[in-house]
């Protein structure tokens, strides 16, 4: 691809675990700032969608565009598709690879985007995704429907060893690339028939979702030093 990839990064003013929480100092940056100065740092373009005012009179930043999510797109139970769909429609090419970069996994790294457009651009993927490593005893669980108990995966595993059992991942929500052409056309994240992954550890997969979680991610950052 001739264009440069596109970050898109969603930030939106409601909160109910913790409010406020994308404007919430990180660091000595707000919390929506590092996914920002991450898709930078990977070579991307950056397009903010937020219905934050704060965020959309401030200051103009070389290489990201601001864009005004309508207030129909900004609810506690509005989907991540519609948000993507708007974006698209209104300030991304349609070549163009585009990544999605959730504000409130602030401790993936450049490299972890790097790697997903790799995996992506290698070939023979809808979507990659960033994982984080998971308790394989879930291979053993299943739904129950009326009184019948239906195994999530392959029956066997309900009975075996646990330390017999595959290794598990599950989507931390840091990392998501596609094409734009792709999404315009499936319309939503969950058609892609073809899944890749790259995994991520779990210290760099927290989700912010409370005052607890700002503080370990803090005290991460705080960790890493100032070239984390």
Known sequence: ????????????????????????????????????DQGLA???????????AAILAG??????????????????????????AHALETAIPG???????QATSPL????????????????????VLSAAPADPGVLKW????????????????????RQALPAVWRPNGAVYVFSAGWFRAAGRLSAARSIGMVGMPAERSLDIDSAADLARAEAELSRRGPTG
């Open 1 to 36: 691809m001739s264009l440069p990839p596109v970050a898109l990064v969603p930030v939106r003013a409601g909160s109910k675990g913790l409010p406020g929480k994308n404007l919430a100092p990180l660091a000595g940056r707000p919390l929506w700032r590092h996914a920002v």
């Open 42 to 52: 990977a070579g991307a373009r950056v397009v903010v969608s937020t219905d934050i």
């Open 59 to 84: 200051p103009e930043t070389p290489g990201v565009t601001l864009l005004r999510r309508p207030a129909a797109l900004a609810g506690d139970d509005t989907p991540m598709d519609p948000v993507i």
């Open 95 to 101: 070549g163009a690879l585009v990544i999605l970069l």
């Open 142 to 161: 299943g739904r129950a429907e009326g009184d019948r108990f239906l195994p999530l995966a392959d029956p066997a595993f309900c009975f075996a060893n």
């Open 108 to 127: 993936r790294l450049p490299e972890d985007i790097a790697r997903a457009v790799a995996t992506w651009r290698r070939g023979g993927f809808d979507l």
